[in-house]
């Protein structure tokens, strides 16, 4: 199959990236961040989570957050809803789309969620039905798609289940996380595989963790079947509290990077995303995890000296 011409990214850089901090990143630096994340072309902004603040004291600011986000035209801004109170209280804040998350492992969803995978998804049936009554989209999310921190292994049947049962239930897109990012490009294909054969390639999206370095890879090889839409971190922010060890999502930058090269069209500024990254990286007091953004920013800086 040839490439796909164009790719949409979710950046998920406001929730999956900063939901790990250790120190409480203040609501207006996450608002900033949302803002310019929209400057630089993204269309759809993972915004923040409406859990239970003891499980995630990080995202306990969410309707703050989501009262000063500055919206601006065509531009998405989903939040994850683990369950009713959740869609309710995002509903409530003004949240147009929403994303429920279960996982392709039992142990997983236990450690995540707190509940077995059958039961989130008894969980998730009268969230998707609320949020369709109101309006609002649901996306979801299958976790450990290419392996589990808990149980290892995780087969692609396993997987194509969950995500078969998500999509059944109304999810108008299912994004695949490869959570702990130990999964490589051939695992990579044989899961996606196994997902299309229940869920139709369009509505597949890839959520990879870059713990291992092998995300853009998986990416490279989610193209390849056609996959078109890519969960990625600004400045590669980010972890899941329930996945010791994980390091964030593949930084957007790297993602844009990559497409530029194939010639696929992101619609983003990549010159602003660096910069989006260098900033939120310095409000953090830390160097971006993004490769191709300290690369740009060392030529930057070189090209200023001279
Ligand atoms: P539980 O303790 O089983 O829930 O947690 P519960 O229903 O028994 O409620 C316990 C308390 O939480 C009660 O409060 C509820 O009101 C409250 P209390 O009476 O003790 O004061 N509560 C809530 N508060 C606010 N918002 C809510 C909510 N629900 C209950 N929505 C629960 C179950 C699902 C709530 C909990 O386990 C939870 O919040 N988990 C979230 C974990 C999480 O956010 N993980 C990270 C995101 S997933 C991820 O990163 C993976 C992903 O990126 C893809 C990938 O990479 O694989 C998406
Ligand atoms: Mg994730």
Known sequence: M?????????????????????????????VELIRRLGEAGLKSIEATAFVSPKWVPQMADNAEVMAKIARLPGVSYPVLVPNEKGLEAAIAAG????????????????????CSIAESLARFRPVVEAAKKADIAVR???????????????????VAEVAWALYEMGCYEISLGDTIGSGTPEKTKAMIEAVAKRVPL?????????????AVANIYASLELGVAVFDASVAGLGGCPYAAGASGNVATEDVVWLLKG?????????????????????????????????????????????
Request: net charge positive.
């Open 202 to 214: 369009k509505k597949i999206a890839g959520h990879y963790h870059d713990t291992y370095g092998m």
């Open 140 to 158: 979801g999310y299958v976790s450990c798609v290419l392996g589990c921190p808990y149980q290892g292994e995780v087969a692609p049947l396993a």
């Open 262 to 306: 194939l010639g696929i069209d992101s619609g983003i500024d990549l010159d602003k995303l660096v910069d989006t990254g260098a900033w939120i990286a310095a409000q953090l007091g830390r160097e971006s995890g993004s490769k191709v953004a300290r690369a740009l920013l060392a030529k930057r800086a070189k090209a200023a000296c001279a």
């Open 2 to 30: 040839s490439l796909p011409h164009s790719v949409r990214i979710v950046d998920v850089g406001p929730r999956d990236g900063l939901q790990n901090e250790k120190q409480q990143v203040p609501a207006d630096t996450k």
């Open 95 to 114: 949240a147009k789309e929403v994303a429920v998350f279960g996982a392709a492992s039992e142990a997983f969803s236990q450690k995540n969620i707190n």
